[in-house]
């Protein structure tokens, strides 16, 4: 969505992280396994307000093994980056934060 103008990066859904530090946290969530999936919408380009915007994230444990000290890491930056959400269900396999 980024790199083909879809989205702008700094759009935000009220209290949310931006969309580029969605997408970091996501990238930043690959590598330790978890398999980012992002909750949003789009508004028709045919109105005035037409957008893109994101307004969630679940990240899902893939993997069967993972260093516990890491995932406590993990999940303490989780954490702090949905700590404005309006909904959050955190747990080791997975990780839920909505802004609504």
């Not at 069967?64 to 406590?72: K, L, N, Y």
Request: with cysteine; hydrophobic share 35%.
């Amino acid at each position: 969505m980024l790199e083909e103008g879809f989205a702008e990066p700094q759009q935000t859904q009220n209290n949310s992280p931006t969309i580029q530090e969605f997408y970091e946290f996501g990238k930043k969530s690959q590598n330790l396994g978890y398999e980012p999936f992002f909750i949003g919408y789009v508004v028709s380009p045919d109105r005035e307000d037409y957008r893109t915007s994101i307004e969630g994230i679940q990240l899902s444990l893939e993997i069967e093994t993972i260093d516990s000290r890491i995932c406590a890491d993990f999940i303490s930056a989780f954490e702090r980056f949905a700590q404005t959400a309006d909904e959050t269900d955190i747990a080791l396999k997975l990780l839920y934060a909505w802004w609504d």
